[in-house]
């Protein structure tokens, strides 16, 4: 049970509480209790603020990011209609800004923002404006303890402050696997409570120069391309992914390279074993401490193939698209990710792996298909070009490709790399050596849903008994840790 209000109108006193409903939601629910005398109530008020103020997970000030066009551009209506009234109620102080362009977020943490004065930072967005945040906090960080990221075995210091997620983009995906629904109002009462998730980042560099850090997918080849072609296509929405999702299927093109990756231990678990992560999830907490180095089992293994997609979930991926996302059993903070191969196949055979990420069915028993719980991996392209599996003669690629191809660069079949996807964002380079972090700082105020303890019954029970505040009751401190919990 977690009281998040408090308030007093004569002898009445009244509570509001989180309450879970379907599908991952929750609501805020009021209670109102009576009490027999004023001065009896604000005893009670003043003693409620003082146990809520000893709560120190909760956030009182929070610096909120709002992207007025992620997802339908409805951040903004979300963020006042939904969020900010509950932030109030909960005594929340909320410092906002609007973003007036991309990266206006993430340059104005990296430099400018006022940290201390805050809790957490929330973004109001979807998984390229979290990214954004992600990258001004530990950019910051890391500026202000002296730490060089562009180097790839720097130590990194985590960050302080968490960040909250209110879903408003157009995929989301980072909210839904951690929090295990896209809803504004779920997402705000976990923040509000003090939820907390800790994540796993990962260090993305070419050489030794930083491009990204990463949170949810790499993904290369399929998942690359698709990103590239929707990038020319934002002007359509969310329902661009579908769109470039149909061309990029049928163009079907594979790539060559050479993947090496260092495979984590075994009690690591693997990502076959069905093992769903939770808040509070034995893997995730059994990491290793920061100080046991090196991670992995010591042996790296290298494939050199043809593939039609290389993908690294740090997280299941899910989505209201896919449910069970890219990798179901990917931990949120166990510092690996599950490196997916997909090797040149059929296009069939390629439907049918895509299929299974809408299903129940197991989308790596497939022989072109593999999956490897790792601590570490490098790509390196083959410098050839990328061919069409199919062997169209230009004849038949026309045919194929005319109608849902207005301009060249859209269906370019000289390209020789794919593009590697980072959380949404394009890379530039295909070439890239990728680290696991495990950052003992939390990233996230939004959990997976499954941590807080309540007894809805016993508190609505005690609403009801007039005798409540009557002197035989417990004393008010006694009875005050067991409404709080
Ligand atoms: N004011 C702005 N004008 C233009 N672009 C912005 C602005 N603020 C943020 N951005 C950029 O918009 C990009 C997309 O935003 P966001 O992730 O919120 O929505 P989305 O792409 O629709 O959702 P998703 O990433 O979940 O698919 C981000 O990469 C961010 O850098």
Redesign the pocket.
């Known amino acids: 049970m977690c009281y998040i209000l408090s308030h007093s109108r004569s002898l009445s006193l009244s509570f509001s509480y989180v309450r879970r409903t379907r599908q991952h939601r929750w609501r805020c629910c009021d209670i109102t209790f009576h009490c027999s005398s004023q001065a009896l109530s604000q005893q009670w008020i003043q003693a409620i603020n003082e146990q809520l103020s000893l709560l120190s997970d909760r956030p009182k000030s929070l610096l909120v990011y709002i992207?007025?066009?992620?997802?339908k551009r409805r951040g903004k209506r979300i963020y006042e209609q939904k969020v900010a009234p509950l932030f109030h109620r909960a005594s929340i102080l909320a410092d906002v800004i609007v973003?007036?362009?991309?990266?206006?977020?993430r340059d104005h943490l990296k430099t400018e923002a006022n940290l201390e004065k805050y809790d957490g930072v929330v973004c109001v967005?979807?998984?390229?404006?979290f990214?954004?945040i992600l990258h001004g906090l530990v950019t910051r960080t890391q500026t202000d303890h002296g730490v060089d990221q562009s180097q790839p075995d720097a130590d990194l210091v985590p960050c302080s402050l968490r960040i909250g997620i209110i879903p408003?983009?157009?995929?989301?995906?980072v909210c839904f696997a951690s929090v295990g629904t896209n809803d504004p109002v779920t997402s705000a009462l976990h923040i509000i409570v003090g939820d907390c998730q800790p994540m796993d980042v990962c260090s993305v560099h070419n050489s030794n120069t930083f491009l990204r850090y990463s949170v949810s997918l790499l993904g290369y080849g399929f998942y690359g391309d698709v990103l590239t072609d929707s990038e020319r296509k934002r002007w359509m929405g969310?329902a661009r992914y579908d769109l470039s999702g149909a061309k990029t299927f049928l163009t079907h093109k594979y790539y060559e390279g050479t993947v090496s990756f260092l495979p984590a231990e075994d009690n690591v678990g693997n990502p076959r074993d069905k093992l769903q992560c939770r808040s509070g999830c034995c893997i995730c907490q059994y990491k290793p401490q920061l100080d046991e180095k090196p991670y992995g089992s010591g042996r790296w293994c290298v494939i050199r193939d043809k593939f039609i997609a290389i993908n690294a979930a740090s997280m299941s991926c899910a989505c209201p698209r896919s449910p069970k996302g890219l990798s179901p059993s990917a931990h949120l903070a166990d510092g690996t990710t599950d490196l997916i191969l997909v090797r040149k196949c059929s296009r069939l055979d390629f439907f049918r792996h895509l299929l299974r990420h809408t299903n129940k069915d197991d989308q790596f028993d497939h022989s072109f298909v593999e999956v490897h719980r790792v601590r570490k991996f490098r790509f390196h392209p083959k410098q050839q070009e990328a061919v069409s599996l199919e062997d169209l003669s230009e004849t038949n690629k026309k045919m194929a490709f005319s109608p849902i191809c207005s301009t060249p660069p859209a269906c370019n079949y000289s390209s020789t790399h794919s593009s590697w996807n980072c959380d949404?964002?394009i890379l530039p380079h295909a070439a890239i050596q990728v680290r696991y972090l495990i950052m003992t700082g939390p990233f996230k105020l939004l959990p997976s849903g499954s941590c807080l303890r309540r007894n809805p019954r016993r508190v609505e029970s005690g609403a009801r008994r007039s005798s409540f505040f009557s002197s035989d009751s417990p004393t008010l401190q006694t009875e005050l840790k067991k409404l709080l919990g």
């Open positions: 992207n007025p066009y992620g997802g973003t007036e362009r991309a990266n206006h977020a967005g979807g998984d390229g404006m990214s954004e408003a983009g157009s995929t989301d995906c969310p949404g964002e």
